[in-house]
């Protein structure tokens, strides 16, 4: 937990002073992957040891996890490595291109790593075998334990060089794991790299936690607990462990989210039968009402400028989608579909709201613009809720639950994500069954 | 590069065809239900049923969404606030519940506000509101696992509990 937010240092080698030719077109998502060579970045033989760190192998391993970085995309194909024609040290120094094209590569990826002075020293190069120039070309210096969230900076360099947006391998997902039986579960927070490495349990398990968020720059967690069977809003630090109960309301308070400077938690609290939606402040610990209805208002969501909140309310007699100001005036509602509507969350790019749709007693993953035009339905299953955006607004994580029998047999709860297209639809990996995921914003932003 | 302009409609459409295509498939082969334990979709049977004291039911059930009590409901509820009223030392705990066909946090409200019905309903019967604690657990402690209309019927529901 202690590196979490290391800083590392970016030099720029080689500016781009060309104009690359392949660009991969993100729209369609998995039609046409970018078949592209990730060689094993060459280790120096100068390089010392580190702790158990097996050196030899941390070239050929970084290329791996850039590789399934890539492959989970939908948008590249990553080739294998027995078709590759080059040694790492000299394709990383000017590559063949001709023998490159002749294995069908479009982009080759190579590099090269030196441990000394228990520092780890990186850089990569993008090349564009079409035009055969080089694209991007980065080094960095970081601690060598530091080597996964080192295939993921890279992983997103060249993500963003080829499709022109913002990469979103480095970072975190936090999520409830889940264990025991369906009516017995255990429920603990947990955190892991996106690509499911990294697990590490926040909480022991002794009471009911739920719906855990981060903050803008992922160093704190709102959640909910049942702690000394209270059930009420969380704030945790991540790296000193410290919580404590949010704000003094005399009830529950539940579906937490930061707004998006940070400053605040929103959230709903519920007195007499009736939930209404509230901010606090976390400096002042000014506590603010912002609806007030005698109808269920929760799930809220602030817009990324912070001006809005979408949330969902039964104020009709069944859950749909409403947008206010962030004073709680002017509230709209935007969903008139067929069905119910839940867990509105704003897109970090601001033009889109995902949510959960209930119809006809199926669960659907869906977007919509802002003001509830244009739905999308993404996928369709038997249970599924809760959509958490990746940073750059391009795919979307949720959970998903399946049927059980008599005793509670053959139910699971496992963490999906998929693209904002509808395609690559995916399930991530985590050590338990898991709900409730929160996508972090880019680590080393 | 603007995602939102060169979004493909093509794909879109056809994505929502097929999802809707699908649930129209699904929505005919599911016909209603009857079963003697429901009315409406509110569990009436005893299975789960546990009981304060001896003809005093512990808890009531609820339809999908709603927080209204049925009339065998508010018959149950008399029960408890006579047993109530005879024990004036006992102070009790109503626990709210949701059954699992809805999200999370919706449903934490939800099962707030059935615990509310109950406690509410028993104020009315001359019960003090500071003998009575509501706690919500939303879908989290479904008593019948089961992913089935009873089992959920079952689930949707607010339990008194003794807490001295």
């Known amino acids: ?445 | 590069m603007n995602l939102g302009e060169k979004m493909t409609l093509n794909t879109n459409l056809k994505n929502i065809l097929l999802v809707a295509f699908t649930t129209l498939l699904l929505s005919a082969c599911s016909t209603a239900k009857k079963s003697g334990e429901l009315d409406g979709d509110v569990y009436t049977g005893k299975e789960t049923v546990e009981y304060l004291a001896s003809g005093v039911p512990d808890r009531v059930f609820f339809a999908t969404n709603k927080s209204s009590l049925t009339t065998k409901s508010r018959e149950t509820l008399r029960k408890q606030a006579s047993y109530l009223r005879k024990n004036k030392n006992l102070n009790i705990t109503i626990e709210g519940h949701a059954d699992e066909r809805g999200t999370r946090e919706y449903n934490l409200a939800l099962g707030e506000r059935r615990a509310n019905a109950a406690r509410d309903y028993l104020m009315t019967y001359g019960i003090s509101g500071k003998r009575i604690s509501v706690i919500s657990y939303g879908k989290e402690k479904p008593v019948n696992p089961k992913s089935s209309s009873v089992a959920w019927s079952q689930n949707r529901r607010s339990v008194t509990v003794k807490v001295n």
Not at chain 1, 2 to 12: D, R, Y
Not at chain 1, 16 to 34: K, Q
Not at chain 1, 174 to 203: C, H
């Open chain 1, 1 to 445: 937990m202690k590196k979490f937010f290391l800083a590392i240092i970016f030099n720029i080698l080689f500016l781009n002073n060309l104009f690359a030719l392949i660009e991969v077109d993100i729209t369609r998502g998995n039609l046409d992957p970018l078949p592209i060579a990730v060689s094993p970045l060459h280790v120096d033989i100068k390089s010392e040891e580190f702790k158990n760190l097996k050196i030899k192998n941390l070239g050929e391993e970084i290329s791996l996890i850039i590789e399934k970085n890539f492959r989970n995309t939908g948008l590249f194909n990553p080739l294998k490595k027995d078709a590759f024609v080059q040694k790492p040290d000299i394709a990383h120094l000017k590559p063949r291109f001709e023998d490159w094209r002749l294995i069908k590569a479009q982009a080759l990826v190579t590099g090269k790593l030196l441990i000394k002075d228990e520092k780890l020293k990186v850089e990569f190069r993008l090349w564009d075998l079409a035009a055969a120039q080089e694209m991007t070309a980065l080094a960095f210096t970081t601690t060598p334990s530091n080597w996964r969230r080192v295939a993921h900076i890279i992983s997103d360099k060249i993500y963003e060089r080829l499709t022109g947006e913002e990469g979103y391998f480095d970072t975190r997902i936090i999520y409830v794991a889940e264990s025991g039986p369906k009516n017995q579960r255990v429920k603990k927070l947990a955190i892991m790299d996106q690509d499911g490495f990294n697990t590490k349990y926040l909480t022991l398990g002794n009471e009911l936690v739920l719906t855990p968020r981060f903050n803008p720059t992922n160093q704190m967690v709102t959640y909910m607990s049942y702690f000394r069977n209270m059930p009420r809003v969380y704030l945790l630090d991540i790296e000193t462990g410290t919580q404590e109960v949010v704000g003094n309301f005399p009830g529950m308070t539940f579906a937490p989210r930061f707004s998006p400077d940070g400053k605040k938690i929103i959230m709903s609290f519920a007195k007499d039968g009736n939930s209404d939606i509230y901010t606090m402040d976390l400096e002042s610990r000014v506590v603010e009402r912002i609806t007030e209805h005698s109808s269920i208002d929760t799930s809220p969501s602030f817009s990324p400028d912070g001006k809005f909140i979408a949330f969902n309310s039964d104020r009709s007699g069944l859950q749909q989608i409403y947008v206010m100001r962030s004073d709680g005036s002017n509230v709209k509602r935007i969903t008139f579909g067929k069905g119910i509507y839940g867990t509105p969350v704003w897109s970090p790019r601001g033009d889109l709201i995902a949510f959960t749709k209930m119809h006809k007693g199926r669960f659907y993953i869906g977007v919509m613009r802002i003001d509830g035009t244009g739905e999308r339905l993404l996928t369709e299953n038997y249970y599924q809720e809760a959509p958490s955006w990746s940073p750059n607004g391009r795919v979307l994580v949720f959970y998903r639950e399946t049927k059980a029998g008599e005793k509670g047999e053959g139910f699971t709860a496992k963490l999906w994500s998929i693209d904002i297209t509808g395609y690559n639809e995916r399930r991530l990996s985590t050590k338990t069954d898991a709900s409730d995921p929160s996508w972090s914003s880019l680590l080393s932003k």
